[in-house]
């Protein structure tokens, strides 16, 4: 079966600087997608950006950007000039590719902004 | 636009009371919808999913219940609330078949049983 796994529960950034969020994932599958979502403090969850795995160009989504590693089964989430608007959890997520409804979580990453 | 909304935002019952806590979708046709928890502190647990109207698939066997009478309408019902039924409930809706099928949420409904 596949898992998520986010081995940080909590990350803390000075802002304007630069942080990595982790996430590995397991899975015998070779078509599948990526996903990071935020859910701020309003419990919202929204989604930052995706990646499928077929393709080998990182994604990029204005200060967020992803370093997929396929072979290591690793997906982390870069965050540049950091913002206190990004304090929030974060989650990885994976979908495969055969399937249209399932998606499997990682427990999420506290990241807290130091103004 | 698509969008999704939940309510109530916040529910406090009784334990044994029955729930219904209620989410629909406008600017879509036939979406997937989801009924997902999330413990205080945790990332999400998937209870059900729905494909179309009356198709409803249960992840997790407990004490609650989920419909969809309508296309953009999806229910999650019990008819007797446990403690351990407090969380947070969060809709979601995905359009089948698209290529990345990503997951678009509503608000959440923060449900606390006594």
């Known amino acids: 079966a596949q898992t998520v796994t986010q081995s940080q529960p909590e990350m803390s950034v000075q802002e304007a600087e630069t942080v990595t969020l982790s996430c590995t994932y397991d899975?015998?599958?070779?078509?599948?997608?990526l996903f990071w979502y935020k859910q701020p403090p309003s419990r919202q969850m929204i989604l930052v950006i995706r990646?499928?795995?077929?393709k080998q160009q990182n994604a990029t989504e204005n200060r967020f950007s992803v370093n997929f590693q396929k072979a290591a089964k690793s997906f982390s989430l870069k965050i540049s000039d950091s913002q206190l608007g990004d304090a929030a959890m974060y989650f990885c997520?994976?979908?495969?590719?055969?399937?249209?409804?399932?998606?499997?979580w990682g427990a999420g990453t506290k990241l807290i902004i130091k103004p | 636009s698509q969008t999704i909304h939940q309510w109530p935002a916040t529910l406090v019952q009784p334990v044994g009371s029955p729930l219904s806590l209620e989410c629909t979708v406008e600017g879509t046709s036939n979406p997937n919808l989801y009924w997902y928890r999330q413990a205080a502190g945790r990332g999400l647990q998937l209870l059900f999913y729905s494909v179309g109207i009356g198709q409803i698939s249960s992840e997790v066997p407990q004490n609650l219940s989920a419909s969809r009478p309508q296309d953009r309408q999806f229910i999650l019902s019990s008819k007797k609330l446990l403690l351990s039924d407090s969380g947070f409930y969060l809709c979601?809706?995905?359009?089948?078949?698209?290529?990345?099928?990503?997951?678009?949420f509503g608000p959440g409904t923060r449900l606390t049983v006594l």
């Open positions: 979601a809706w995905s359009v089948g078949l698209a290529d990345y099928n990503e997951q678009f």
């Open positions: 997520a994976y979908r495969r590719e055969d399937s249209n409804y399932q998606l499997i």
């Open positions: 990646q499928e795995a077929y």
């Open positions: 899975t015998s599958e070779s078509d599948y997608y």
